[in-house]
């Protein structure tokens, strides 16, 4: 199974300010036709996990532009320009090259 | 408005079988893959099952492989999850998620099953 290793496990952030959530892939998660099948979630407390970032780098519907995802083919980052109290919650990365679809442990991000 | 919504949880002792369910509304679903993945108490995210738009493919994690079965009824627009042999490790929140190739994309608020005698 492809591990995904999250850091830091929590951070703590002041509201306007950014942050970065890091994932690494145990193998490289870029296919032959050219797409890296990595995705970012957020879970809100008490909420259920939803979808901010599919295919590495594309912003799923209705997410604020100011997240974003980038990386290379086993290194991965989601970063949250001017965090906001609604961002707070639990991001985990996952992957979706090969079954079984894998998740990172998450990491927590909260308010300073 | 896509809307994914579980039934069919609660308390059940080992051994025994529970049935879950997962109404879909707001999309065609039978033009999508769809998919549980489970959340065990102050634990992180784990993919249970997925089947194709037409029920022909069906994929498991290996610790559930034999015990559980996840099925569809495109006319009903409705998810299933057959969970047998169950144990204290299959205790969680589950959750019926739409699956494509832009991910997981839409989730529903999830159903708990505890498993305890």
């Known amino acids: 199974d492809i591990v995904m290793t999250q850091a830091p496990l929590s951070v703590s952030v002041t509201p306007g300010e950014s942050a970065s959530i890091s994932c690494r892939s145990s193998?490289?998660?870029?296919?032959?036709?050219?797409?890296?099948?990595v995705y970012w979630y957020l879970q809100k407390p008490g909420k259920s996990p939803q979808l901010l970032i599919y295919?590495?780098?594309n912003l799923a519907s209705g997410v604020p532009d100011r997240f974003s995802g980038s990386g290379s083919e086993t290194d991965f980052t989601l970063k949250i320009s001017r965090v906001e109290a609604e961002d707070v919650g639990i991001y985990y990365c996952?992957?979706?090259?090969?079954?079984?679809?894998?998740f990172g442990a998450g990491t927590k991000l909260e308010l300073k | 408005e896509v809307q994914l919504v579980e039934s069919g949880g609660g308390l059940v002792q080992p051994g025994r079988s529970m049935k879950l369910s997962c109404a879909a509304s707001?999309?065609?679903?039978?033009?999508?893959?769809m998919a549980w993945v489970r959340q065990a108490p102050t634990k992180g995210l784990e993919w249970v099952a997925t089947?194709?738009?037409?029920?022909?493919?069906?994929y498991y994690r290996d610790s559930v492989k034999g015990r559980f079965t996840i099925s569809r009824d495109n006319a009903k627009s409705t998810l299933y999850l057959q969970m047998n042999s169950l144990r204290s490790e299959d205790t969680a929140t589950y959750y019926c998620?739409?699956?494509?190739?832009?991910?997981?994309?839409?989730w529903g608020q999830g159903v708990m099953v505890t498993v305890s005698s």
């Open positions: 089947i194709s738009y037409d029920g022909s493919s069906t």
């Open positions: 707001g999309f065609t679903f039978s033009n999508y893959g």
């Open positions: 193998k490289s998660l870029l296919h032959s036709n050219g797409i890296t099948y």
């Open positions: 996952g992957q979706l090259l090969e079954n079984p679809p894998t």
């Open positions: 998620t739409r699956a494509y190739n832009s991910g997981f994309d839409y």
């Open positions: 295919r590495m780098s």
